[in-house]
C-alpha cells in the first residue's frame, strides 16, 4: 500500500521542481542526465521533465571549431559525462540563454580537469579562480594539449577574428 496520501501532490511537486529548474538561478544545484556534448564546453542534460537544458561550462574556454584541439576536447568532455549522472551547479544564465554551470562528475571539477588536461582556457573575464589558473599554468608548464602549440590562440581571439572578418 502507498504511504502517500495524496498521490496527485506528489504529481504536482515533481511538476514544480521541473519548472522551477527552467528558472534556475544562480547557487542552484541539481542532479541530471547528460545527454548531448555539443563542443568542449556546452552540454544538454536532462533533469526529471520533458524539457532539456543546455548548459555552457562556467570559467572555461575550449577551442572552437575550426581551432586545434577543438575536436579533442569534444571528445574528452563526452567521454568524461555523455550518458552520466552529473550535478549541475548553476553560476548564472548567458546571452544566449543557457545556464552557465560548474559540472561535477562525482566529486571532480569537469572545468578544472579539461584545464588540466589542457583542452581549455582559464576564462578569466568571467572567472578569478587561483585553483583553476594553477592548473592551467600547470598544464602549459607540462605541454598538455593544446599547450603543445607555443603560442595557441585563446577562443575569444578567434571568435572575434571571424567576426570581424565578416564585416568587412
Not at 91 to 117: C, G, T
Request: hydrophobic share 35%; proline share 5%.
Amino acid at each position: 500500500m502507498s504511504r502517500l496520501r495524496h498521490p496527485t501532490l506528489a504529481v504536482a511537486v515533481g511538476t514544480v521542481v521541473v519548472a522551477t529548474l527552467t528558472g534556475c538561478l544562480p547557487h542552484d544545484s541539481f542532479e541530471a542526465q547528460c545527454v548531448k556534448v555539443y563542443d568542449g564546453d556546452t552540454i544538454e542534460v536532462m533533469a526529471g521533465g520533458p524539457k532539456s537544458l543546455r548548459v555552457r561550462l562556467q570559467a572555461i574556454d575550449c577551442p572552437e571549431k575550426g581551432q586545434p584541439f577543438s575536436n579533442v576536447a569534444r571528445k574528452r568532455t563526452r567521454e568524461l559525462v555523455e550518458g552520466k549522472r552529473v550535478r549541475v551547479e548553476v553560476r548564472d544564465r548567458d546571452q544566449y540563454d543557457r545556464l552557465v554551470a560548474r559540472i561535477y562528475i562525482d566529486d571532480r571539477d569537469l572545468s578544472k580537469q579539461l584545464i588540466s588536461e589542457g583542452l581549455a582556457w582559464h576564462y578569466t573575464r568571467y572567472s578569478s579562480e587561483l585553483a583553476l589558473g594553477k592548473a592551467q599554468r600547470e598544464a602549459r608548464k607540462a605541454h598538455r594539449g593544446l599547450w603543445q602549440d607555443p603560442d595557441p590562440e585563446p577562443p575569444w581571439e578567434f571568435r572575434r577574428s571571424r567576426r570581424e572578418g565578416a564585416g568587412r
